[in-house]
C-alpha cells in the first residue's frame, strides 16, 4: 500500500495505491467504487478521507481507529485509573478513620459502663 500525494497541475492529488504480487510481478490493485484497496492479505479496505488514511475491516465493514485515535482512547483510560486510584486511595483513608471512630466510641462507651458501675456501687441504683 502507498499514500500518494502529489502535485498535478498546480493541484493536490492523494490516493491510496495498492499492489498484489502476481507470479513474482506486482500488480496495481484497482480502487473499489468507494475509491478503496481491498487487502486481501489482512481483509481490510484502505482509503483515504480527508487527507487521512482510513482502515476499514472488510467483513464488519467496520472503521478501525487510527493511532491517534488509539492514543486519545489510552490517555483517557490512564486519567480514569488514576481518578479511580485516587478515589480508592481516599475510600481506604476513609474506611480507616470511621474504624478508628467507632474503636473511640467502644472505648468511650466501656468507659461510660464502668463509671456507671462504679456509681451504682457507690450510690445505689439511679432514681426514675
Known amino acids: 500500500m502507498i499514500v500518494d500525494r502529489r502535485l498535478q497541475k498546480g493541484e493536490l492529488v492523494e490516493e491510496v495505491?495498492?499492489?498484489?504480487?502476481i507470479k513474482g510481478i506486482y500488480q496495481p490493485i484497482t480502487p473499489d467504487s468507494q475509491g478503496r484497496i481491498y487487502c486481501q492479505t489482512v481483509g481490510l479496505l484502505m482509503s483515504l478521507q480527508s487527507g487521512c488514511l482510513v482502515i476499514e475491516d472488510?467483513?464488519?465493514?467496520?472503521?478501525?481507529?487510527?493511532?491517534?485515535?488509539?492514543?486519545?482512547?489510552?490517555?483517557?483510560?490512564?486519567?480514569?485509573?488514576?481518578?479511580?486510584?485516587?478515589?480508592?486511595?481516599?475510600a481506604q483513608q476513609q474506611a480507616a478513620e470511621m474504624e478508628a471512630a467507632k474503636e473511640l466510641a467502644q472505648q468511650q462507651a466501656a468507659e461510660m459502663a464502668e463509671l456507671l458501675k462504679q456509681y451504682r456501687e457507690r450510690l445505689g441504683e439511679l432514681p426514675e
Open 17 to 21: 495505491l495498492g499492489y498484489r504480487l
Open 58 to 90: 472488510a467483513n464488519t465493514g467496520k472503521r478501525l481507529p487510527s493511532s491517534l485515535e488509539l492514543e486519545a482512547t489510552n490517555q483517557e483510560l490512564e486519567t480514569a485509573n488514576q481518578e479511580l486510584e485516587a478515589a480508592k486511595e481516599l
